[in-house]
């Protein structure tokens, strides 16, 4: 079981939005930023998101990040056949298990686009 | 172009060693943090380890802690996960990647292709 809570899978037709939700605790996803990865099928994790809201360069402004308290969500509107992929949220946590000796990165279970 | 490049990966028996490699080019080695992440066949990303750019801070998963060791080597770019004391649930493909900074809580930039582990 993940640290991070995701929707299993979203869907949506080609030019819809979606948003992905991500919900954590005050030790990673409330006091840190969420950083949001696409992984697509046979492929390895890219970046996507950084610093919760931030599009690292070559990212298409079709995807946006946002985060407010504990909860966190990845946008993608003018949804394409090839946005189909896992999507990863990730943020550090001070305090791994409840053990602030403890800290680490945890991430959401994933959710799986699929475009209709 | 950055780029990683992990190596090591192989078949090996519950209780075995091995380590993984991985050789970075494109920028400054040293001036980031690098961890290791893995996902088991058909499922999700584990962060398993990371360390930071030149100042030796280290955090392990507590699912490896104690069994695997991870390093660096500043002069020759690369990363190292020294894993011993293998299980099978430790069969996964194992990404090392980029931190965005030398510190060790910043996001995961740039990632490698991957190195396959199984053990059984």
């Known amino acids: 079981q993940s640290v991070l809570t995701q929707p299993p899978s979203v869907s949506g037709t080609p030019g819809q939005r979606v948003t992905i939700s991500c919900f954590g605790t005050?030790?990673?996803?409330?006091?840190?930023?969420v950083s949001w990865y696409q992984q697509l099928p046979g492929a390895a994790p890219k970046l996507l998101i950084r610093?919760?809201?931030q599009r690292p360069s070559g990212v298409p402004d079709r995807f946006s990040g946002s985060k407010s308290g504990t909860s966190a969500s990845l946008a993608i509107s003018g949804l394409r056949s090839d946005d189909e992929a896992d999507y990863y949220c990730a943020a550090w946590d001070d305090s791994l298990n409840g053990d602030d000796s403890l800290s680490g990165w945890v991430f959401g279970g994933g959710t799986k686009l699929t475009v209709l | 172009e950055v780029q990683l490049l992990e190596s090591g990966g192989d078949l090996v028996e519950p209780g075995g060693s091995l380590r993984l490699s991985c050789a970075a080019s494109?920028?400054?080695?040293?001036?980031?943090?690098m961890s290791w992440v893995r996902q088991a066949p058909g499922k999700g990303l584990e962060w398993v380890a990371v360390i930071s750019g030149s100042t030796g801070v280290i955090r392990y998963a507590e699912s490896v802690k104690g069994r695997f060791t991870i390093s660096r080597d500043n002069y020759r770019g690369t990363l190292y996960l020294q894993m011993n004391s293998l299980r099978a649930e430790d069969t996964a493909v194992y990404f090392c990647s980029k931190e965005a900074a030398e510190v060790i809580y910043y996001e995961m930039d740039v990632w490698g292709q991957g190195t396959t582990v199984t053990v059984s």
């Open positions: 494109g920028f400054t080695f040293s001036n980031h943090a």
């Open positions: 610093r919760s809201d």
């Open positions: 005050t030790s990673n996803t409330g006091s840190n930023h």
